[in-house]
């Protein structure tokens, strides 16, 4: 199944490349990280005097990466919300039931086509910032945890907003769905702020998982975090695909 | 149900006592059907019967509450992937994704029907050339006409070569030519499957085929070799006698007058039985001078089983 799998991956993918959403979110997203990574640059180049001692990593690059995984916040939801919402809508998810696919499958498939365009959305974001290796030194440990968290938030959001698409036959009510899912997700770490016996809440903070990476610090506690959250996502939108054969 | 023991060895698709509830609505209820090689079964039901819930279950894309599915020997249940591969499904509204061309998307249900990549040009060529879409391979789907969407349809439907193919109203949007073309597609088609096909269209059902079943309220009313209503003929004589000697006559089970001064008798089936009649009739000194097949006899049949209790 394997092969039919790659074949829906593909499929999906070359299909959201086609629609014109998907390259309105592109070049937003791209262009308003641009501006946002100019603007650090410009911002250290003024105060390079008071901002040396942090250092450009710090002052550019641990900022930028922030941004970028708020800017994957926005626009995971909007890549994902077709992906099954859609297809209930438009009745293709009943033909997909009639091939040999199982739900496990189709989420593979529709999971794999999604990520093929945010997996580019990624390495645009991220090669921006490399280009500062050519003039200044970078802590190239730090860039890579960076890397590394952005790529474990898109997983987990992309998951996220497939389970969500997987819930209703209204594509713009899951984008709204996955977007308030994936904001309380980030702004848990504000709770604990707000009142430290919060604590264990504070465990679910996207924000706070993301903190070891921003700094350089690869946790195994966090790749496990962000996994095993992507994969219970996965899973329920597997079983609701699978219930839809039956309640529908 | 379909009482075609000779063929038992070679059934493709048997359905038994399927089940269905939409809320506290029973759509379908203890539903039968046995598909056999060589067969085209006609699907026939008033709108909201059941006949797209009972052709979705039996495709797989939708879950029964009651009752079993097996294809080609493979339990749909415990099974799926076998009993699947071994289907072609066409629902009401052709499963479309209108941003694709024709040739790239029947080239993706191939695929996803398990076809080798090595067989992917032969087989998108070859469903292409059986539904007339060689010369719109390479446009985009939602530029497609309707009828050439419906045909795209169900050249995703065969497209991987199923032993069974559902259909769900085929001919929907198509033009009496393209109607035409898809009657004989799906009897080319039947000579090695089984095909199943729902339509509104009885006309279209009784030429097409070959056994005939009625679904009402959710459950087969009717389910009968097409050649059952053989028995109901026409009749004009150059003396017409009264009805009760018409009804009088071996073999003749019923006769109505007509308003154009003929008859529709309901006789034995087979050519044996028109024949006596037409010996009796001659003897009787009637002068017979037409004795056609009741071309109505389906939709006569249809409206009685259905009549007064609309679904």
């Not at chain 2, 067969?39 to 009752?67: H, P, R, W």
């Not at chain 2, 009760?244 to 008798?265: C, K, M, N």
């Amino acid at each position: 199944m394997s092969v039919a799998v790659g074949a829906l991956a593909a499929s999906e993918s070359k299909r959201l490349f086609r629609s014109p959403l998907a390259w309105i979110v592109l070049a937003l997203g791209e262009g308003f990280m641009a501006v946002f990574f100019m603007l650090l640059v410009v911002r250290y180049l003024e105060n390079e005097a008071a901002l040396r001692a942090s250092g450009v990593t710090n002052a550019v690059l641990v900022p930028y990466f922030t941004a970028a995984n708020l800017g994957m916040l926005l626009v995971a939801p909007l890549l994902t919300m077709n992906a099954i919402a859609g297809e209930r809508r438009d009745g293709t998810l009943r033909f997909l039931y009639s091939t040999p696919l199982g739900a496990l499958d189709i989420v593979g498939g529709k999971l794999g086509g999604v990520l093929g365009l945010a997996g580019a959305y990624v390495l645009l974001v991220v090669m921006m910032p490399a280009t500062l290796f050519w003039g200044t030194p970078l802590d190239a440990g730090v860039y890579a945890a960076n890397v590394l968290g952005l790529a474990l938030f898109t997983l987990m959001h992309v998951s996220l907003g497939l389970m969500c698409s997987a819930l209703t036959r209204q594509p713009v009510a899951a984008a709204l769905v996955a977007l308030v899912v994936s904001l309380s997700l980030w702004l848990l770490d504000w709770a604990v702020r707000l009142d430290p016996a919060a604590s264990h809440v504070g465990a679910y903070a996207t924000l706070a998982r993301l903190r070891g990476f921003s700094l350089g610090l690869v946790n195994s506690g966090d790749i496990a975090w962000f996994v095993l959250a992507s994969l219970l996502f996965l899973a329920l939108t597997a079983l609701l695909v699978d219930a839809d054969r039956s309640l529908t | 149900m379909s009482g075609r023991e000779d063929h038992r060895d070679d059934v493709l698709l048997a359905a038994r006592g399927l089940g269905r509830r939409f809320g506290h609505r029973m759509a379908l209820a203890d539903v039968d059907i046995t598909l056999h090689r060589g067969e085209v079964l006609g699907f026939l039901g008033l709108n909201g019967a059941g006949k797209s819930t009972t052709m979705q279950i039996l495709a797989g894309a939708l879950v029964a509450d009651t009752g079993t599915v097996e294809v080609c020997g493979h339990d749909l249940a415990r099974h799926g992937r076998a009993a699947r591969r071994a289907l072609g499904y066409l629902p009401q509204t052709p499963p479309l994704y209108d941003d694709m061309l024709v040739d790239e998307y029947l080239a993706l249900c191939a695929r996803l029907h398990g076809v080798p990549r090595r067989e992917l040009a032969a087989a998108v060529g070859h469903a292409r050339r059986r539904c007339g879409l060689d010369e719109v391979g390479a446009r985009l789907i939602r530029h497609l006409s309707r009828g050439y969407q419906q045909r795209v349809g169900i050249a995703q439907a065969i497209i991987h070569d199923p032993a069974v193919l559902i259909l769900d109203e085929p001919t929907n949007g198509l033009d009496p030519a393209q109607i035409r073309d898809v009657r004989t597609l799906i009897g080319a088609l039947a000579t090695e499957r089984a095909v199943m096909v729902s339509t509104h269209v009885l006309g279209e059902i009784r030429l097409l085929a070959t056994r005939i079943a009625i679904l009402h309220q959710g459950r087969i009313v009717h389910d009968a070799d097409n050649r059952a209503s053989g028995g109901r003929v026409r009749v004009r004589f150059a003396h017409p006698p009264p009805p009760a000697a018409l009804r009088g006559l071996a073999g003749v089970h019923a006769a109505e007058p007509l308003a154009d001064g003929g008859f529709v008798i309901d006789l034995d089936d087979g050519a044996a039985a028109r024949a006596a009649f037409a010996d009796a009739a001659s003897a009787a000194g009637w002068g017979l001078v037409e004795l056609t097949s009741d071309y109505d006899a389906l939709e006569h049949l249809f409206m009685r089983l259905t009549a007064g209790r609309a679904a």
